[in-house]
Structure formats: structure tokens, C-alpha cells
């Protein structure tokens, strides 16, 4: 069965790097998402990317926030420079259509 | 937002006896959905019920919605150790835009005692 993949699993950085984090999104989906669950904490909805573009974003998703997809495979997501706030595990999700969403296993970052 | 909130948020029961867990939310909806993690690591769907649909099921899974309460209900029959782990219901951002982004409740965290 198709999985959402994503790399690394854990990336730990340094406060003020960029890092990048990598998805492989369903191949024949459409919609394509990020989330992040700080720990103990509620997932929540970073962005939505569709046709090349971002759909939605949430209050989170600020300027040191981007996604892009750089080929048809792959969905990225890049923290410019990262804060101590940032360390969470961040969920790649992805949908054919608008309802059920497909979730990758996360990568765990941790700033240091 | 607290769109999405669980009830318990921490549910201890014995392997083989039945777990109904709650999630209430604030807006108007088109559909509901159910997500497992289990510690550490992804979300997995459980179920989707649609805002016209009352009850739904799903092998071992009850899922009832009534949207004149804004409520719904997530039973697991039977329960197995396996079934240890969060729950959470979640609800899309309808803003009728397009590729609505889901918010979460809380979970809450079942443990099936052996």
C-alpha cells in the first residue's frame, strides 16, 4: 500500500541554521500538507500546497516558513532559521481529493 | 481554535472491555475524522463520518455524529492491547477555499491493560 514517506526521521540543529525537511506525498494525490506537534502538545496545521502554490496557511506558518515542490515527488519544507520553539516533530500529510488525509511517520527536530 | 476537543483525556480500561471516547467542536463541519498515534509516531486514519451521517462503522470502530450537539463519539469493541494509543478527532478548516487544513483536539490516551 502507498505511504507517505519523509526524511530524515530526527534532525537535530543548531538556533539560527535553516534546515530542510523532506516528504514523498502519495503519487497520484493532489493536495499536500505539513503539520507540527510540539511535544505533549496538539497537532497543528502549518500549510496546504496545491497546484504549485500554497492554499491555506495557518498563523504559525510566518516568513521563516516556506514549501516547495522541486520536482514531481518530492514536498519540502524550510525553516529559515530556526528558534528553540521550533523543535517539534512536523507531519507531512497527503490527500487525492479534500477529505481523508494520508500521514507521513514525522521527522523529530530538535534545536539546539 | 478549539475546534476538536476529546473527552477523557486519559482512558485506562481492560483488555476486552469496550472505549468510547468523545470529541466536541465549535463550527460548523463537513465531515469528522478520527486519527491513531501511537507513541512517537504518525497519524494513522481511523475513520471519516460526513456531516450528513450519523453513525458509521468500521471493523471494530463506532463512530456517531450529531451535529445539532457538535459531538461525536469514537467506541472501540473489544479492545486489544494493541489498540493502546491516542486518539484524536479532527475537523477541517472550511474556509471553501480548497485544501483545508485539519485541527486537532487534544487526543486522548487509551491504555488496554493486559
Known amino acids: 500500500e502507498p505511504e507517505v514517506t519523509q526524511t530524515p526521521s530526527h534532525q537535530v540543529t543548531q538556533m539560527g541554521q535553516e534546515v530542510i525537511l523532506r516528504c514523498v506525498p502519495i503519487?497520484?494525490?493532489?493536495?499536500f500538507y505539513w503539520y507540527r506537534q510540539i511535544l505533549g502538545q496538539k497537532v497543528e496545521f502549518l500549510v496546504s500546497f496545491y497546484n504549485n502554490e500554497i492554499s491555506e496557511k495557518s498563523e504559525i506558518f510566518d516568513d521563516q516558513f516556506s514549501v516547495e515542490r522541486p520536482d514531481g515527488s518530492n514536498f519540502t519544507l524550510k525553516i529559515r532559521s530556526t528558534k528553540l520553539e521550533d523543535s517539534a516533530m512536523y507531519f507531512c500529510?497527503?490527500?487525492?481529493?479534500?477529505?481523508?488525509?494520508?500521514f507521513g511517520p514525522g521527522t523529530r527536530l530538535l534545536v539546539l | 481554535s478549539q475546534q476538536g476537543e476529546e473527552d477523557p483525556q486519559a482512558l485506562s480500561i481492560q483488555e476486552g472491555e469496550n472505549a468510547t471516547m468523545n470529541c466536541s467542536y465549535k463550527t460548523s463541519i463537513n465531515n469528522l475524522q478520527w486519527y491513531r498515534q501511537n507513541s512517537g509516531r504518525g497519524l494513522v486514519h481511523l475513520i471519516l463520518i460526513r456531516s450528513n451521517e450519523r453513525e458509521k462503522h468500521s471493523g471494530r470502530l463506532r463512530v456517531t455524529l450529531d451535529t445539532s450537539k457538535k459531538s461525536s463519539s469514537l467506541l472501540i469493541t473489544a479492545s486489544r492491547a494493541a489498540d493502546t494509543a491516542s486518539y484524536f478527532c479532527?475537523?477541517?478548516?472550511?474556509?471553501?477555499?480548497?485544501?483545508?487544513?485539519?485541527?486537532f483536539g487534544k487526543g486522548t490516551h487509551l491504555i488496554i491493560q493486559p
Open positions: 503519487s497520484n494525490h493532489l493536495y
Open positions: 479532527a475537523t477541517p478548516e472550511y474556509s471553501g477555499g480548497g485544501a483545508d487544513g485539519l485541527t
Open positions: 500529510a497527503s490527500t487525492p481529493g479534500q477529505e481523508t488525509q494520508y
